[in-house]
């Protein structure tokens, strides 16, 4: 069974400060497939990132990266110099093949101006 | 512009009462979900349409049913045997639903609460 857990439930911390999503997954397959997606207030649940399980390099976009470590079954995501736009509720989620996306339980994040 | 959209925003739903909440596309997608959202819980899979005329229950069908005559609908029906139907549910839209390197496009959401 596949599962994604993300013990952070509520995160809050400081306009301008760095700060990590943790993610971690439990998997069988050998090919699987990655995600974060963000919840903002209004509802909707918009893709961030995907990563496949044989791409590890960690990438970066603008403020976000995301660390990618299979040996520890993790898929990190960090924000730098946070902003009040970054406060939302994000996902990581886990597929495998053709199995349907399975979502960790999510993380409120804040920052505070 | 592309997208999906869902309605009402907002749904009550009395005992006994099955209710629909609305959901549709204009991105051209084969697939299409419903997921369930509660608090603490992260989202959780319904049902899920691959081509029109054919559905497959998810992880939390009981209660549920759902319909896809269109490939731009899918509609969710919320039966009375749904004893805690109160939820924030989220409609999503994939290319096709087949792979699993697919990124799911979603709707605002309807939130449903019980009278």
């Known amino acids: 069974a596949q599962k994604v857990t993300q013990a952070q439930t509520e995160i809050s911390v400081v306009e301008k400060e760095d700060v990590t999503l943790d993610c971690v997954y439990e998997?069988?397959?050998?090919?699987?497939?990655l995600f974060w997606y963000k919840q903002p207030p209004s509802g909707e649940l918009v893709f961030l990132i995907r990563r496949n399980s044989f791409d590890e390099q960690n990438e970066i976009s603008g403020r976000y990266s995301w660390n990618f470590q299979k040996s520890t079954s993790s898929f990190n995501f960090t924000i730098t110099a946070s902003q009040v736009v970054d406060s939302a509720v994000y996902f990581c989620a886990l597929s495998g093949g053709a199995q349907k996306l399975v979502f960790g339980q999510g993380t409120r994040l804040t920052i505070n101006p | 512009d592309g997208g999906i959209t869902q309605s009402p925003k907002y749904l009550f739903r009395k005992e006994g009462q099955n209710v629909t909440l609305s959901c549709e596309q204009n991105?051209?997608?084969?697939?299409m979900y419903w997921y369930r959202q509660d608090p603490g819980q992260g989202l959780r899979l319904i049902y899920y349409?691959?081509?029109?005329?054919?559905?497959q229950k998810g992880d939390i069908a009981e209660g549920y049913s759902v319909s896809r005559e269109k490939k731009e609908s899918f509609p969710l029906t919320v039966t009375s045997a749904q004893k805690n139907p109160t939820a924030f549910y989220l409609c999503?839209?994939?290319?096709?639903?087949?792979?699993?390197?697919?990124?799911?496009?979603f709707g605002s959401g309807t939130q449903l609460s019980v009278l």
């Open positions: 999503a839209s994939s290319i096709f639903g087949t792979r699993g390197d697919e990124k799911l496009f």
């Open positions: 991105l051209n997608h084969d697939a």
């Open positions: 349409s691959q081509i029109v005329n054919d559905f």
């Open positions: 998997t069988r397959d050998t090919t699987y497939y």
